[in-house]
């Protein structure tokens, strides 16, 4: 069952210049993906490509000089862009739950975190503070964290940056949310932390049926706790589809690049990588395909505009010359 | 066999805290050799210590105690005007190529001050070396005049690479020159790196996190946990035949980008300790799924393995119950 | 040729197009600094232009003419001593650039340094740094400047020297925390490692990314300069009359106040309160344009 159906979104910046000029950054471009309880959808993609703006696009959290200028947000049967602020207000948190990179960053320094979880809790339901007391316990636990009684007393600052994580984890859990969005939650955490983090992640997929949506720029992750994938440039997806089929067949000529440059793919690689390059300008974008000026395959065709194609079983791209660059990539 | 071209021997750094005046042990007792022409790559999480290693082996930091011998001289002592003097052979490259740069000097500029620091070209002769040095780095050189927030962060960290080689430097740290930088873009730093160490026959220190990358471009591994070495060997030996505990489960924590690849992991549980509060004994024997008592008491030595020319600081290697099983 | 008359003015229609709209920009985002522009161009012009602008010597006594009204003939009155209150008035603004530019770059050279070297080397010679300058911060400055121009006699340059010297702590401050928020930043290590000495490090890589909240602050350390060499003046130790600086004429003008010839200090002292408040709504606009910590609203 779809749960979460994103179609057409755009999102703009809307500002002035020092000449006083209105200028337009056009970050998304149309923006479409579905996702289904007990799936881990992976949201790749280059600094600027768009992938938190996504997220906070979907949860209605932007602040001026963004706006979402296009596209419906359908959250379990509803239209996310239709609902009061009020309405939104106790979506999130609730049914919908965030967790973001720095997690230290995002608890409030001078509440125990005991306390912060209660709050989360009490302000989406009419539990007691009693009920919601014991309910933060019980998840501090099922998300690893050791003597989570005491741990309740304990403030922002006294926890490592892993526990943090989980306390973030926890905070979205309390009250059961349908859909999480996880916007880089192992950067800065190291590899053995990172393990625990994601494995407690799948876990509650598996567990509680939740819907994951995990933003990140780092394709061993995805490669490993996503089912599905979804890869972001300049704004649009450019290619979908289950993990292994874009792992085997890359289409796009940008999915190609980044999968040849994992370290993994350049130690067995002969040739040198292609690609790279500075991100399209987002005041004046191409008319048609936007990775146009990186790609080597680019002719004139490029310019007009272009839609996803099929490529496999559920398995689309973004590109007018797919047979092309498959044949012609290692030449 | 060939002098190194630098060896730290016993390297030990301790900061003291300003305000409540405890003592972090970053660095304990840390020895390594380094040769011209070949990369040692150094992993390890974040406050095991590496870069304050890097710091040291460049004199950006005096050491606490041990000593940074560069050609024979002993470094770390130095004073600090005859220290200027060796940048010319001792250079660095930092992590995060948007605020390495002076932001309100052009490029060229940029590229050019240790030419006017260290030589005694003219100004016309120092230009055309930038454009030289620029090309070198695969750095276009229309980009020369422009400042770095003009820059992209793969365009930006070529700067900083022009800038450190710009010398011919003897030896270089690069410490996680590529972690800032989107995949793609990092693929090209690598490719330079590479064809760096090709060219120019400079010793070179890797430190990452990411054990993809050190895999890619380093000869030599070393394993830092809490500050101390716990492994050190050739890389396809460290990589393939891990010895210690800690680098069993590092290696096996690490995700490779391909969903047919098996993970073969087992876990820790738990964090790296605070490097104030150091456990007795093995750093590592808080997290160990191998310890045993007399982990606890006394520091374990590095002990050699095969030929010797890979070492661990286990105290099962002897017996070989050293492996970590899924 | 015809051609040539509307290529070049259609370009310089554009350009000024463009700086009309630059113009426009500003004063959108700050529209005090561009008043306090106005006003303290106005006072300039005045300074520059004097000789040109001044009826009558502002210096030379008239005998018959003490403590005449404000009257077509002298617009202002004239003061106790026969001299034309306009002319001083006009004359003053001299004294007033005279003693806040000296002042804020004394200030400057002093300050700017100082801040520079305490950020940039830390610890002992930091604290030692900022404790002369707390030091100097707490104990009133007005007494201070009283007790030192006392001292070393009321000339132009003591009274420039004293408070520039007085107001550096100031720029130390700002420096030192621009210093320390770079301190972070790799540049200064990077400068470092390809061989940079201390003072190339200081002034080629600190100072000009460094600068900006000190050449906001430049304009507010002006009109606090131009104030506190008039309260000198005014207690009677600055510069003294008959000399035509504000300060020394509102002193004056207060003394044949309560007879009710008020003409001789309200009008330097509306030009002081213009001048102080021209800097002061140029300096407020020049922190929001250059400080990025003020900056707000859209990128």
Redesign the interface.
């Known amino acids: 069952m779809t749960l979460l159906r994103v179609k057409d979104l755009h999102t703009h910046f809307i500002s002035r210049n020092l000449d006083n000029e209105i200028r337009i950054a056009t970050a998304l471009n149309g923006v479409s993906f579905e996702l289904s309880r007990g799936e881990v959808l992976g949201l790749v993609g280059e600094t600027g490509a768009g992938k938190s703006l996504t997220a906070y696009s979907i949860m209605n959290l932007l602040k001026p000089p963004a706006r979402v200028v296009g596209g419906t947000v359908e959250f379990d049967g509803r239209n996310l862009r239709d609902l009061q602020s009020d309405d939104m207000n106790s979506l999130r948190g609730s049914e919908i739950a965030m967790v973001v990179q720095n997690p230290r960053s995002s608890l409030d320094p001078l509440t125990r975190i005991g306390e912060q979880l209660v709050r989360v809790h009490t302000a989406h339901s009419d539990a007691t503070a009693a009920t919601a007391r014991a309910r933060a316990v019980e998840i501090l636990g099922s998300v690893g964290i050791p003597a989570p009684e005491e741990r309740m007393q304990a403030w922002p600052h006294e926890l490592s940056g892993g526990m943090a994580q989980r306390v973030l984890i926890a905070m979205a859990l309390m009250n059961e949310p349908k859909l999480i969005i996880a916007d880089e939650p192992t950067t800065g955490l190291d590899v053995t932390v990172q393990a625990q983090i994601l494995d407690l992640l799948r876990e509650l997929v598996e567990t509680r049926n939740v819907a994951v949506m995990i933003i990140t720029h780092d394709l061993g992750i995805v490669a490993h706790y996503c089912q599905r994938m979804a890869v972001m440039f300049a704004g649009r997806i450019v290619e979908t589809g289950n993990v292994n089929s874009v792992f085997d067949n890359p289409a796009h000529p940008y999915t190609r690049t980044l999968i040849d440059a994992t370290p993994e793919r350049l130690r067995d690689l002969k040739h040198k990588v292609h690609g790279g390059g500075a991100p399209p300008n987002l005041y004046n974008l191409p008319t048609g395909c936007h990775y146009v000026e990186r790609c080597r395959f680019a002719d004139d065709v490029c310019n007009d505009p272009v839609a996803m194609e099929e490529v496999g079983a559920a398995h689309f791209a973004m590109c007018s010359h797919i047979s092309a660059v498959r044949d012609g990539w290692l030449s | 066999m060939t002098e190194p071209l630098l060896r730290a021997k016993m390297l030990t750094k301790h900061f003291v805290t300003p305000r409540t005046a405890q003592t972090v042990k970053a660095v304990n007792g840390v020895s390594f050799d380094m040769f011209a022409g070949k990369t040692v790559g150094m992993v390890g999480e974040s406050g095991s210590g590496k870069s304050t290693v890097g710091r040291m082996v460049v004199r950006l930091l005096k050491p606490t105690q041990g000593s940074v011998a560069f050609r024979g001289q002993d470094i770390s002592l130095l004073p600090d005007r005859a220290v200027r003097r060796l940048r010319v052979d001792l250079q660095m490259v930092f992590q995060d190529p948007w605020s390495a740069l002076n932001p309100r000097m052009r490029v060229k500029r940029i590229i050019q001050e240790p030419l006017l620091l260290h030589s005694k070209l003219s100004s016309s002769e120092r230009s055309d070396r930038a454009e030289e040095i620029a090309r070198s780095v695969h750095l276009n050189t229309d980009l020369l005049t422009r400042f770095p927030g003009e820059l992209s962060g793969g365009q930006l960290q070529r700067v900083c690479i022009a800038r450190a080689i710009a010398t011919n430097p003897a030896l270089i740290v690069l410490d996680e020159p590529t972690s800032s930088l989107d995949l793609s873009v990092r693929a090209g730093i690598l490719d330079l790196l590479q064809e760096l160490r090709e060219n120019t026959g400079a010793a070179m220190l890797f430190i990452s996190h990411d054990l993809g990358t050190v895999r890619l471009v380093s000869d030599h591994i070393l394993v830092l946990y809490l500050g101390h070495i716990i492994e050190s060997g050739p890389m396809n030996k460290v990589f393939d035949e891990p010895a210690h505990p800690y680098t069993q489960t590092l290696l096996s924590a690490h995700l490779p980008a391909d969903p047919h690849a098996d993970l073969h992991r087992h876990l820790l549980d738990g964090e790296i300790p605070s490097p104030i509060d150091m456990p007795p004994g093995c750093p590592f024997s808080t997290r160990c799924p191998l310890v045993r008592e007399d982990c606890r008491t006394a520091l374990p030595p590095m002990v050699d393995i095969d030929d010797g020319a890979q070492r661990a600081a286990c105290i099962r290697i002897p017996e070989g119950t050293n492996q970590v099983n899924c | 040729m015809a051609e040539f008359f509307t290529v070049t003015q259609s370009l310089t229609n554009s350009m000024f197009r463009?700086v009309f709209?630059?113009v426009?920009?500003?004063s959108?985002r700050s529209p005090t600094s561009v008043i306090g522009f106005v006003i303290i161009f106005i006072f300039g012009f005045l300074a520059l232009l004097a000789p040109l602008l001044m009826p009558y010597d502002p210096v030379s006594s008239d005998p018959n003419k003490i403590l005449n009204g404000p009257s077509l003939e002298h617009w202002f009155g004239t003061d106790g001593n026969g001299m034309d209150v306009f002319s001083r008035v006009i004359y003053g603004s001299r004294y007033g650039f005279g003693i806040a530019i000296p002042t804020v770059i004394v200030s400057l050279f002093l300050g700017v340094p100082l801040g520079l070297y305490a950020g940039y080397k830390g610890g002992n010679i930091d604290e030692a740094i900022m404790r002369v300058v707390d030091a100097f911060r707490v104990f009133p400055s007005i007494i201070l400047a009283l007790a030192v121009v006392a001292a070393t006699g009321p000339s132009l340059l003591n009274v420039v020297l004293v408070i520039g010297v007085l107001d550096a702590p100031i720029f130390v401050r700002v420096v030192r925390a621009e210093v320390l928020a770079l301190r972070?930043?790799?540049?200064i290590?990077?400068?470092?490692?390809?061989?940079?000495?201390t003072w190339?490090i200081l002034f080629v890589?600190l100072l000009?990314?460094a600068i900006q909240g000190a050449t906001a602050q430049t304009a507010v350390r002006a009109a606090w300069a131009v104030r506190i060499s008039a309260t000198l003046a005014f207690l009677g130790i600055g510069i003294q009359p008959p000399t035509p600086e504000w300060g020394a004429m509102i002193r004056q003008g207060a003394e044949f106040m309560i007879n009710g010839q008020w003409w001789v200090g309200i009008f330097p002292g509306v030009a002081l309160i213009f001048m102080v408040l021209g800097f002061n709504m140029f300096g407020d606009g020049l922190q929001d344009l250059l400080d990025p910590k003020r900056r707000s609203g859209?990128?």
């Open positions: 463009k709209s630059k426009i920009g500003i959108r972070s930043s790799s540049f290590e990077s400068g470092i490692i390809v061989g940079n000495p190339r890589h000009p990314n859209a990128k």
